[in-house]
């Protein structure tokens, strides 16, 4: 931990904390909506270029526990800077790849290194921010990383006009080259430094078995909630559709959901800082569920504005909720390593969400598969109103 509370602001570490988070979106968010293309464009069928962009997200999935031990082994500063080095090389196969089997591997290359380093980002913050601006800190991490991948796009859309679809891939080139040299100014915390160098760390197993209860009932609602958040980014688009939206429209529907939901990660932080986690975790998620049961009732332009942005600032209030809650239930020998655990259920839930969506629609409609996606944000909100701690301005969940 470091200095006094009264003391310690936010801003005095703002370009080292979230400097590099805001880099790294930008880049990933830059390669985001032309990965596709790029499959198709070197060869692959419509199939294969879907599981090539899938590949981001298995090869997060895949890093979380390898990183972890990465970033436990060689400390955050040097996670975070390996990360870098290990997404150029992936960016470099994409640029050169001419066969689809390149490219897979440039964007799972890619994925691997943005969970090495948001592991070692959230690390670093937990150590770095005291406990009672905890949650602050963690909102605006993943508020400034959402930041990031919004403006990515937009960015990367003025190059490609320029140089074609490489030219999402030089501008998170850049994005990224950013990010590790900046990570290259953020010192190691003393505490950090001297966690590696004495005691005997916990090992995998050893936690798993430590915190079981915490993993099985908190872990499993925030991947309920990342499985909510997956899907609210496929019902949109596919809702609009559905009921007879032109792409112009989906696009603005879905870039003000975007803008909605980055507006309020900081006084949402706040909150939960100063009066408990579940007053946020709780409207978030109630709000996003009740949005998707909603959505089937609309018919138009107007309606589906209407509760798109109301979802937006359902997700946008959430906005860092399981980092926090995962960091409040770190232990503090092994923390790097429960929160790799931690982020392999999260991140589970995000992949399995669309699946099931997929799935229910397939078997009924897609009305259906959206409200069957809704209820499980409903059970994400009892599972927090059973197990997370309330009443309290600092919470710190126990095993």
Not at 335 to 342: E, P, S, Y
Not at 375 to 388: D, N, S
Request: charged share 10%.
């Amino acid at each position: 931990m470091s200095e006094d509370p009264q003391d310690f602001s936010l801003r005095k570490i703002a370009v080292a904390a979230f400097g590099p988070s805001l880099l790294f979106g930008i880049g990933e968010g830059a390669i985001f909506p032309v990965v596709a293309l790029s499959a198709r464009d070197v060869g692959a069928s419509t199939a294969w270029a879907g599981f090539i962009v899938a590949l981001l997200g298995l090869g997060a999935l895949v890093a979380n526990i390898p990183a972890a031990a990465l970033t436990t082994r060689f400390g955050e500063r040097r996670a975070m800077v390996g990360a870098a080095a290990f997404s150029l090389v992936g960016l470099a196969l994409c640029l050169l790849a001419v066969e689809p089997v390149v490219l897979a591997l440039g964007v799972l290359m890619v994925g691997m290194a943005s969970a090495v380093f948001l592991l070692a980002r959230q690390t670093w913050l937990i150590e770095a921010v005291p406990l009672p601006l905890r949650a602050r800190a963690m909102s605006t991490l993943g508020g400034i990383r959402r930041i990031g991948m919004f403006a990515g796009p937009f960015i990367a859309a003025l190059f490609i006009q320029l140089l074609g679809l490489r030219g999402a891939y030089w501008v998170a080139t850049v994005a990224i080259l950013a990010a590790g040299l900046l990570s290259l100014l953020v010192p190691d915390l003393p505490s950090s430094q001297q966690k590696r160098a004495t005691g005997r760390r916990p090992s995998m197993r050893e936690l798993l078995g430590l915190h079981a209860h915490v993993l099985l009932t908190l872990g499993i609602a925030c991947s309920l909630v990342s499985a909510l958040r997956a899907c609210r980014q496929i019902v949109i688009p596919l809702w609009a559709d559905q009921i007879g939206l032109d792409a112009t429209s989906t696009a603005l529907i879905y870039g003000l959901m975007g803008g909605v939901d980055m507006l309020l990660f900081y006084p949402a932080g706040m909150v939960m800082d100063k009066r408990g986690r579940l007053w946020i975790a709780l409207p978030s998620i109630l709000i996003m569920a009740g949005s998707l049961t909603l959505m089937p009732l609309t018919t138009g332009f107007a309606s589906l504005l209407l509760l798109s942005v109301v979802l937006g600032l359902g997700n946008g209030i959430g906005s860092g909720i399981v980092m926090t809650i995962g960091a409040d239930a770190s232990p503090t020998q092994g923390r790097t390593h429960f929160l790799g655990a931690w982020r392999t259920i999260a991140d589970l839930g995000g992949g399995t969400g669309p699946l099931l969506l997929s799935g229910i629609t397939a078997l009924a409609s897609l009305a259906w598969g959206i409200v069957a996606i809704s209820t499980i944000g409903y059970l994400a909100a009892w599972m927090f109103w059973r197990w997370l701690p309330r009443g309290e301005p600092v919470v710190q969940v126990r095993s």
